[in-house]
Nanobody, 124 residues
């Protein structure tokens, strides 16, 4: 069964950058569509960005356009979320998740494998 582990979270000032990584074990990520989600306190989990098996990118969150990018490195079996120009409203727990569905559906329920999450805090 696919296991996912996120890393790279932390605290940063507004305008700063962080790079999150999603690493897989027990399987290879190139079989899966990978999404990054986030959940802020008191809010529902929302999709941020998604990358298909062939590298096609779907942006689920208008608020991160032009600031966040997603990429995959199949050789390292990882998917990265590069976050630039961070804002306080980006503060959340960030999760990567995998689905065997062939496209970035946007439905949380399609994603069956989840990491434990990594905290991102943007504050001055």
């Amino acid at each position: 069964q696919l296991q996912l582990v996120e890393s790279g979270g932390g605290s940063v000032q507004p305008g700063g950058s962080l790079r999150l990584s999603c690493a897989a074990s027990r399987s290879t990520l190139d079989y899966y569509v990978i999404g990054w989600f986030r959940q802020a306190p008191g809010k529902e989990r929302e999709g941020v960005l998604c990358i298909s098996r062939t590298g096609g990118i779907t942006n689920w969150a208008d608020s991160v356009k032009g600031r966040f990018t997603i990429s995959r490195d199949n050789a390292k079996n990882t998917v990265a979320l590069q976050m630039n120009s961070l804002k306080p409203e980006d503060t959340a727990i960030y999760y990567c998740a995998a689905t065997a569905v062939s496209y970035c559906s946007g439905y949380v329920s399609d994603f069956r494998s989840w990491g434990q999450g990594t905290q991102v805090t943007v504050s001055s």
